[in-house]
């Protein structure tokens, strides 16, 4: 069955081309496309476009559907092109005419687009939430280990004195940052294109704000032509925000691998946690850092493969957007796999004590020794000289201690303060709004 089938058979040929992982991808979108057409015909009911008696059967027997895929007992059948032919098969088979007015007012083009804005809505919901739980991690880990020192570097040379509170604090603060983009690709992941049907609106007297309401959307795309414009453009936003999360998993997995080998031996994990060598006996591998470090690499990539498909196409609907599904869907579930993993074995790592006593890192101390002549009255100038003399001369001798207290340095690490922030970006998000309209759609 397809919606847009006529009397012509089309050639096995071109819809095994054109259909492609349509099918196997369209049972994610299935439960959206119910609550899409759940929203739909109870407007279609509002403007006088369907029935009381059929808006009943077609309700009730859509939400059926919704337990059936809750349950995991919807599949799309063989010869069935997509999610949305297959449920408006099974309306018709189940309970007749009723089922064939449900597209009433819409085309397959503002059906699709719903059904990935609410796909894409609640998959970002999940990134949120596996991001807040790596960010608290972070910021108890940074505050455990805030008085252990290791060297900071720049160029991969020795450079400072820096902390592990400092580093697991860093990358508390990093998703900070990367929520926001995460909240911008929620808000344009949050407005209803229902109702723009192929992208030139309908003839029908349709009530697009009752949809949204309906929704739980914040707002509408309100331009038909932008509504299926937003295609190609919202998995471009979201795509950027998955690199921004991966961008700073990666780095951290990329720390991590370095801290592990015996050349920095800052930390290490339990043997259950690493992998061997099929030669090397004494091998402890960091297989689950690195392959974190590979897909979220990887996932980096995400924006500039949306945009290469997206390239030149005028406006309307082109069927290579059907593509984007390919590329954005498994990155949700790979990025939140990568956030897991990594907020399972932060934890486990074992950090060593003392490392600033090892004589490779005394220089990192040099700022610190010319700072203080500072203090005491010498020009800077002199200061970095005299002390560059002495590195020199090898009588240069580091302090026992670093005195760092201005804001967000060893000595004052403001988790407090990057705490608020990270609140304020998760206020930004009205997930209970969504939760709602959702649980209202399905009474």
């Known amino acids: 069955m397809k919606l847009w089938q006529k009397e012509t058979q089309v050639a096995a040929e071109i819809e095994r081309f054109t259909v492609g992982k349509d099918r196997e991808l369209d049972l994610e979108l299935a439960p959206f496309d119910i609550l899409g057409s759940l929203a739909h015909t109870r407007m279609l009911a509002e403007v006088g476009l369907l029935e009381q008696d059929d808006l009943q059967a077609v309700q009730q027997e859509l939400k059926q559907l919704y337990k059936e895929v809750a349950g995991g007992n919807f599949t799309i059948e063989d010869g069935v092109e997509d999610v949305h032919s297959q449920v408006e098969l099974l309306l018709t088979q189940r309970i007749g005419d009723a089922g064939k007015k449900i597209h009433s007012g819409r085309s397959r083009n503002d059906q699709v687009l719903v059904d990935l804005k609410l796909f894409m809505r609640h998959q970002l919901r999940g990134l949120v939430e596996q991001v807040e739980a790596l960010f608290h991690t972070l910021q108890s880990l940074s505050e455990k280990h805030k008085d252990k020192l290791l060297p900071g570097y720049t160029h991969l040379q020795v450079a400072m004195p820096s902390s592990f509170g400092l580093w697991f604090g860093a990358y508390a603060e990093s ?38 309401d309906l929704l739980g959307f914040e707002s509408l795309n309100y331009n038909v032509v932008y509504a299926q414009m937003g295609r190609g453009k919202t998995e471009r936003t979201v795509a950027t925000a998955i690199a921004a999360v991966a961008a700073t998993v990666a780095r951290m997995a990329m720390d991590l691998c370095l801290y592990m080998s015996q050349n920095f031996a800052f930390v290490t994990l339990p043997e259950e946690l690493t992998t061997g060598s099929s030669i090397m006996p004494h091998k402890k591998n960091p297989d689950v850092f690195e392959l974190m470090r590979g897909k979220s690499n990887r996932l980096q990539s995400l924006p500039n493969e949306v945009a290469l498909l997206m390239a030149n196409l005028p406006s309307g609907y082109h069927r290579e957007m059907q593509l984007l599904k390919e590329s954005l869907f498994p990155a949700f579930a790979e990025l939140q796999n990568c956030l897991q993993m990594a907020n399972y074995m932060l934890p486990n790592l074992l950090i060593r004590d003392n490392i600033m006593q090892d004589e490779n890192y005394k220089y990192a101390f040099s700022v610190e020794v010319v700072n203080n002549e500072v203090l005491k009255g010498v020009p800077f100038r002199d200061a970095y000289k005299n002390i560059g003399a002495a590195i020199a001369e090898g009588t240069f001798e580091a302090p026992a201690t670093v005195q760092h207290t201005h804001e967000g340095s060893i000595g004052n690490l403001c988790n407090q303060e990057i705490q608020e922030q990270m609140q304020r970006v998760l206020q930004g998000f009205d997930f209970i709004k969504v939760d709602e309209a959702v649980a209202n759609l399905l009474i």
């Open 175 to 212: 998703l900070v940052d990367d929520l926001l983009l995460v909240q911008a690709a929620y808000r344009i992941s949050n407005k209803n294109p229902l109702g723009s049907a192929a992208g030139y609106g309908s003839s029908f007297p349709l009530n697009r704000q009752m949809t949204t």
